[in-house]
């Protein structure tokens, strides 16, 4: 069975500084998805980044980027220039490859903003 | 366009009674998820509908939880007898394809 790992609870960055959450899964899987979702406090999921395994290169959505590896089976989120509106919990989540199917979720990690 | 919404956003309920709780999807996404998150544990998957079909319910966790999508459009997920349990953050959400689309949650709360 497919898991997915964050081994940071909290985290904290000081604004306009750059943080990296991390995030393992394991699967036997060669191909699937990789997605980083933002939930900020009593606010709806939304979805930050995506990742499709059978690329190489690493996503990047304006502040956002991630380092995937692979071959380690890590998916860390990176958060550039960081900004007090991006203070939320944060959670990695795979899914199989394939037009539909359920994530696959870690246990999150919150992040605080420091002004 | 609409988001995902879920009624009620928060219940509170006695140990033995019956919630249900609704998810109305995105207008146009086939696939509607259902996921739950108890206290303090990480998000988990309940059951999957493709338009009114159950296309995986592997989640869900015994039989008094069911959930219906009528007519392949907003889902209802009803809690029959509710246990202690039970407490947590029921999700819904919706996904035309690779990406969901996820509703506030409701927050259920069973004393």
């Known amino acids: 069975a497919q898991t997915v790992t964050q081994s940071q609870p909290e985290m904290s960055v000081q604004e306009a500084e750059t943080v990296t959450l991390s995030c393992t899964y394991d699967?036997?899987?060669?191909?699937?998805?990789l997605f980083w979702y933002k939930q900020p406090p009593s606010r709806q999921m939304i979805l930050v980044i995506r990742q499709e395994a059978y690329k190489q290169q690493n996503a990047t959505e304006n502040r956002f980027s991630v380092n995937f590896q692979k071959a380690a089976k890590s998916f860390s989120l990176k958060i550039s220039d960081s900004q007090l509106g991006d203070a939320a919990m944060y959670f990695c989540?795979?899914?199989?490859?394939?037009?539909?199917?359920?994530?696959?979720f870690g246990q999150g990690t919150t992040l605080q903003v420091k002004p | 366009e609409a988001g995902v919404t879920q009624f009620p956003s928060h219940s509170v309920i006695e140990k033995g009674q019956t919630v249900t709780l609704r998810c109305d999807p995105i207008?146009?996404?086939?696939?509607l998820y259902w996921y739950r998150r108890v206290m303090g544990k990480e998000i988990k998957f309940l059951l999957h509908?493709?338009?009114?079909?159950?296309?995986?319910e592997s989640g869900m966790p015994n039989n008094r939880f069911l959930a219906e999508r009528t007519g392949g459009t907003y889902s209802t997920l009803k809690v029959q007898p509710a246990e202690l349990e039970d407490s947590g953050v029921y999700f819904c959400a919706s996904s035309p394809g690779v990406e969901q689309y996820f509703g506030p949650g409701t927050r259920l709360t069973v004393t």
């Open positions: 989540a795979y899914r199989k490859l394939g037009n539909t199917g359920k994530l696959i």
């Open positions: 699967t036997s899987e060669s191909d699937y998805y």
């Open positions: 207008s146009g996404h086939d696939n």
């Open positions: 509908f493709v338009k009114e079909s159950k296309q995986d």
